[in-house]
């Protein structure tokens, strides 16, 4: 049965608390602050390992101390999500259902980094002699942990799908460009070159590496045909880049100030009656959480409400 919120058990304190504790911390939360800097150290610490592991002279010198510390990061982290998923049933206290808070964070994009994070370890346990060399790779994944601090991808995602038509719209343009500017430059240098443009295909590698004005000088045309093609083909890299990057700064931008718009206009809900419930600051909290606002913002946004309701 769900602890009630309004006189809360030993067990519901312990949960809420460590659902704090494992959270982004406050300022004035020093447990959670400890609690932060412990996992961001030791995911920084994962990775530094396993670019150094992929040394061979020093792979072979501090093996084992590789392995024990990466059994002592899977134990880490595997106690962690275990705590995660107990403790978020906490943050849907109201609800009545404490699985449903663990489902959430179970399928949430932190939970399943969180998953993945952990996955490779227990993969070479049920799946004897998989290569490990991949499984060293997947343990990379580890540093998206650090997104539990920072809300950078999400809001990236976020942004292109607010703008996912113009997004989309310019990735068909490219994709035209892609396979025009490979089907001519196959026909104007396949004789001059027919090992470099023996295909189209192989020419959609250059149009790619050209379009993306990344241009590596490995291929690059003979005829004046092919000149000419590749200095339209170079233009319109260039516009279509320019295209997504202003899509995506300006869709990043607009989510910032919607965020904020959203929150003020709950704020202003929340102090209309000149008080703030407890399920309204929980609700805010939430808000501010997910929209990754600072302190320093949600005080400005309240005193801007609070002079607007005062007139």
């Known amino acids: 049965m769900q602890a009630s919120t309004d006189n809360p058990s030993l067990y519901f304190r312990v949960q809420k608390r460590t659902m704090e504790i494992l959270d982004k911390g406050e300022h004035d939360d020093k447990a959670s602050l400890w609690c932060d800097f412990v996992i961001t150290a030791l995911v920084l610490l994962n990775i530094a390992a396993v670019i150094l592991e992929s040394v061979n002279s020093i792979d072979l010198a501090y093996g084992p101390f590789f392995d024990h510390f990466e059994l002592l990061s899977v134990g880490f982290f595997s106690v962690e999500f275990v705590l995660r998923t107990w403790s978020n049933a906490a943050r849907y206290a109201g609800s009545g259902s404490a699985w449903m808070g663990r489902r959430k964070y179970v399928f949430s994009f932190h939970g399943v980094i969180d998953l993945l994070a952990i996955a490779p370890y227990y993969v070479q346990w049920f799946v004897p002699g998989y290569d490990l060399r991949v499984l060293r790779v997947l343990r990379l994944i580890r540093v998206l942990k650090l997104s539990h601090y920072s809300s950078a991808i999400e809001d990236l995602i976020s942004a292109i799908k607010s703008e996912a038509r113009a997004f989309y719209a310019t990735l068909y343009i490219l994709l035209i460009a892609i396979l025009l500017s490979s089907s001519l430059m196959y026909f104007a240098e396949t004789e001059s070159q027919p090992e470099k443009f023996a295909s189209i295909p192989d020419a959609i590698y250059w149009a790619i590496i050209t379009l993306t004005t990344v241009g590596y000088g490995d291929v690059s045309p003979n005829t004046w045909v092919g000149k000419v093609i590749s200095v339209i083909t170079a233009f319109l890299g260039v516009c279509t880049v320019a295209m997504l990057t202003g899509i995506v700064a300006s869709a990043f931008s607009n989510?910032?100030?919607?965020?904020?718009?959203?929150?003020?206009?709950?704020?202003?809900?929340?102090?209309?009656?000149?008080?703030?419930?407890?399920?309204?600051q929980f609700h805010l909290e939430s808000l501010k959480e997910e929209f990754n606002l600072s302190d320093e913002q949600v005080q400005a946004l309240m005193a801007k409400v609070g002079r607007e309701l005062n007139k």
């Open 255 to 280: 989510q910032l100030a919607r965020r904020r718009v959203i929150f003020e206009n709950q704020l202003r809900i929340a102090m209309e009656d000149g008080e703030i419930s407890n399920t309204e």
